[in-house]
């Protein structure tokens, strides 16, 4: 199969990472006999220096003409005063819409292997396998009217959380057909005790559980649920909520389970899906050489899986990123005071070697 790809490598860490996300595309492509095409475009900060704009008419067009878009991160301090069309977050933002990707997926799974990073008790976090199913398009990150206005000492600000029932139908498809694929349970998170488009959202929800007889639907509210997650992380399945209340967290259950740079995304609904680790730039570390590549590698997975539906080949992805972690081999988010810590390239390495050696004798095997 011809893989072909876009890759958006963006801002802060997000060069590094996604460099060796591709490393290990190139060696899944060549274990698995499949051709890597790939296209680097500019996003964020880069396309801001570049073109003064972050996301330039080409990169859209080089998106749009492939069959997946890898994505670094956006962001850099640097452009903390522009006004809000000219930071990096809005050619992120504005590539979601262009490409479509409605459902966001953001898995947070516990690696037994790193039992010492979690900030919560081994028995409590042990086993915790979670899917958040964000939505992607809506809420308060598109909802207008949106503006801040006055003069200094008196001004004004406004943002319009708005959701449709068509949009809420959806990602509410997305999260009841994975759960079916999962344990079958579906925790639908919002804040109806306050916000109306909370009420229209359990509303809408109820009503499409009823098309899923076999999942196990409930709701909570947001600020329990985040309770939760930390009390009983384990005893979840998939969380459906809304735009901001998913970016929060997902965020939240990469503490849980370890590291926040060990989180994948894949951004999908629409013709392109897009793939990016869920930590950001990280401009604190970015061009040290220290950043996790392991969230950018398991975005590369995710997106075999549902761009290409090649899931022998990511699941040989994640097994590779298992048994490397389960080898102690940790970057500096994860070494603590225990282990010696890697670079992001080493950790690169160490993956490809893996997946080198798993497929060798599998492909011997066929
Ligand atoms: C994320 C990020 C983005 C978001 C920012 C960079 C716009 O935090 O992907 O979680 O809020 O969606
Ligand atoms: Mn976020």
Known sequence: MILNLTVLPGDGIGPEVTEQAVLVLQAVADGFGHELKLQRKLIGGAALKAANDPLPA????????????LLGA?????????PGHLRPEAGLLRIRRELGAYANLRPAVFFPALEDCSPVRAEIVRGADIMIVRELLGGAYFGTPRSIEGEPGARVAINTMRYGENEIERIARVAFDLAMKRKKRVLSVDKANVLECSRLWRDVVTRMGKDYPEVKLGHQYVDSAAMLLVQRPAEFDVILTENMFGDILSD????????????????????VGLYEPVHGSAPDIAGKGIANPLG????AAMLLRHSFHLEREA???EEAVSAVLAKGVRTADLAGRTHASISTVEMG??????????????????
């Open 252 to 271: 939240q259950a990469g503490g849980v389970v370890g590291s926040l740079g060990l989180l994948a995304s894949a951004s999908i609904g629409g013709p």
């Open 74 to 82: 956006v962001g850099s301090p640097e452009f903390d005063k522009n």
């Open 349 to 366: 390495k160490r993956v490809v070697e893996a997946i080198a050696a798993s497929v060798g004798p599998a492909l011997k095997s066929i």
């Open 315 to 317: 699941a040989c992805i």
């Open 296 to 299: 950018a590698i398991l975005s």
């Open 58 to 69: 080409e990169t859209i067009q080089a998106c749009l003409s492939s069959g997946a878009v």
